[in-house]
C-alpha cells in the first residue's frame, strides 16, 4: 500500500503558467528596451499580464492544496477519534477480545481477556501458544492466519473453576493476522445438559411406576386367578404406584410453573399460625403412625407476613413433608418463625437420618435423592423435586434456602423470605 499520497496532475505547475520566471525576465528586458523603442511598452504590458496569470494559476493551486491538507488534517483526526472510540468499545465489553499478527504473537487486547485470559497482566507480546495450548485454539488461528474463518470449543480454569469457552477466530485484512473472540457458555452447557438430565430423570422416574402397574395387571388378568393374599397386594401395588404417579405429576406441573411464569407474586398479608397449622393437619395421619410431633414457635412480629401465600404454603408442605419422612419415630418437628433484618427466617428441623456432607450441596437439583431416601420404603421414597421446587419458590419471593445437617443426627432447612409490607416497601 502506498503510504505517500500523489498529487493530482491539476495541482503541478506547468511550464506555460507554473514558471514565473520567464514572464519576468520578457517583462524587465521590454521595460529597459522601452527606453529607446516606445513600442517594447506592449510587451513589457503583455508580460505583465501574463505575469499577473501566472500568479494568479499559483495562488489557485495553492488554495486549493490548503483546503486537501486541511481535509486530511480532519479526516486524521476523525480517524483518531474513531479508533479510540473502537478501543472503548473493545474495553468495555465483556468478551476477551485479542489479535495476533502473522506469527501468532497477540499484538492487542481488551479489558476482559487480560482479566480471564491472562489473569490481569498484560497479554500484549504473548505468543498465543504460550497463553492457550488446546489443539483447537491452535488449530483454529492456523486456519485464520490462511484466511479461513471458524469456531471452536474448549475447557479452561478460571479462578479454580473449569469455565466452557466458544472461540471464534477471523483473518484480518492483508493476511497479517486474525481476531479472537471468546464467549463463556459455561451456563449454556450446564442448562444444555440439565435439560438432557431432566429428560433422562422423568423418564425413569415415569417408568418404574407404570412397570409396576403394568406388571400387576398382567398377574391380575392372567389366564390363572392369583390367591387372593397376592390379589390384594397386586391392588396395593397398583394404588401405591398410581399415588406416586399423580405426586410425580403434581411436582412437575408446580416446578413448571415456577419455572416458567413471569407474573409478579401476589402480595396479601399471611397469618402464618393459621397456615402452619393448616399443613400440619394434612400430615397428621403420618404424624401419628409414626409418634411424630409438629411442633410451630412464631415469634410475635411475624406471625402476619406479607406474601404470596400458594408460595409460602408450597415451601412449608414440602419441607415439612421431607422432615415427617426421615424424622426418626417418636421425635418432634420444630417449625420456628422468626423475624430477621430483611423479613422473615422459617426454619423446620427435624431429628433424623440427616444429610451427608457429600450430598449437601446437591438436593436441591431436580430428582437427585440421597441414596438413603432413593433406598428407602415407599413411605419415604419421593419424587426428588420437593427441594427444586422449595428453592424456585424462595427465588419467586425474592429470598434464599440453606440446610444445615448432622448425618445420623438431624436437619435444619432454613428460608429467609422478605416481608412485602406495602409500609416496609414505602420506607
Not at 495450548?133 to 479452561?156: C, D, I, M, N, Y
Request: proline letters at 6%; glycine letters at 8%; one cysteine or more.
Amino acid at each position: 500500500m502506498d503510504l505517500h499520497p500523489r498529487i493530482p496532475e491539476e495541482s503541478k505547475p506547468n511550464a506555460d503558467a507554473g514558471n514565473a520566471l520567464l514572464p519576468a525576465s520578457i517583462l524587465l528586458g521590454a521595460m529597459i528596451l522601452a527606453i529607446f523603442i516606445p513600442l517594447m511598452l506592449l510587451f513589457a504590458f503583455a508580460a505583465l499580464l501574463w505575469l499577473a496569470a501566472v500568479a494568479y494559476q499559483r495562488h489557485i493551486i495553492i488554495d486549493r492544496q490548503r483546503a486537501r491538507l486541511e481535509h486530511a488534517e480532519e479526516a486524521a483526526a476523525q480517524s483518531g477519534i474513531n479508533a479510540k472510540r473502537l478501543g472503548s468499545i473493545l474495553s468495555a465489553s465483556d468478551l476477551p477480545i485479542l489479535a495476533t499478527d502473522q506469527h501468532g504473537v497477540i499484538t492487542n487486547s481488551n479489558g476482559a481477556a487480560h482479566q480471564i485470559l491472562g489473569g490481569g497482566r498484560s497479554l500484549r507480546g504473548v505468543a498465543l501458544d504460550e497463553l492457550i495450548t488446546h489443539k483447537p485454539v491452535l488449530e483454529l488461528a492456523r486456519h485464520a492466519l490462511s484466511g479461513e474463518s471458524g469456531h471452536a470449543r474448549f475447557s479452561l480454569p478460571i479462578l479454580g473453576q473449569t469455565h466452557e469457552l466458544d472461540v471464534a477466530a477471523d483473518p484480518l485484512p492483508g493476511a497479517d493476522g486474525c481476531v479472537f473472540t471468546f464467549r463463556d457458555i459455561t451456563e449454556l452447557t450446564k442448562a444444555v445438559a440439565l435439560k438432557a438430565d431432566f429428560a433422562a430423570n422423568a423418564s425413569h422416574e415415569l417408568r418404574t411406576p407404570i412397570a409396576s402397574i403394568r406388571g400387576a395387571v398382567d398377574t391380575l388378568m392372567g389366564p390363572t386367578p392369583p390367591p387372593e393374599s397376592m390379589r390384594v397386594r397386586m391392588i396395593e401395588m397398583i394404588s401405591g404406584n398410581a399415588t406416586r404417579l399423580e405426586l410425580l405429576v403434581n411436582d412437575l406441573l408446580d416446578l413448571s410453573k415456577l419455572e416458567s411464569t413471569d407474573a409478579p407474586p401476589t402480595i396479601e398479608p399471611i397469618d402464618l399460625d393459621t397456615l402452619i397449622s393448616g399443613i400440619a393437619e394434612q400430615f397428621a395421619p403420618i404424624c401419628m403412625r409414626r409418634s411424630i410431633t409438629i411442633e410451630p414457635t412464631i415469634e410475635e412480629p411475624v406471625r402476619t407476613i406479607h406474601s404470596d401465600r400458594s408460595l409460602i404454603g408450597l415451601i412449608l408442605r414440602n419441607l415439612i413433608e421431607n422432615a415427617t419422612k426421615f424424622a426418626n419415630e417418636g421425635t418432634s418437628i420444630r417449625v420456628s418463625v422468626r423475624p430477621a433484618e430483611i423479613g422473615v427466617v422459617i426454619e423446620v428441623a427435624d431429628k433424623g437420618i440427616g444429610i451427608p456432607i457429600a450430598d449437601q450441596q446437591r438436593i436441591f437439583e431436580r430428582f437427585y435423592q440421597v441414596d438413603d431416601a432413593r433406598s428407602g420404603t415407599s413411605v419415604k421414597r419421593g419424587t426428588g423435586l420437593g427441594l427444586a421446587i422449595v428453592k424456585h419458590a424462595c427465588r419467586r419471593l425474592g429470598g434464599s434456602i440453606g440446610v444445615r445437617s448432622v448425618y445420623g443426627q438431624g436437619t435444619t432447612m432454613r428460608v429467609t423470605l422478605p416481608d412485602r409490607h406495602p409500609s416496609a416497601s414505602t420506607q
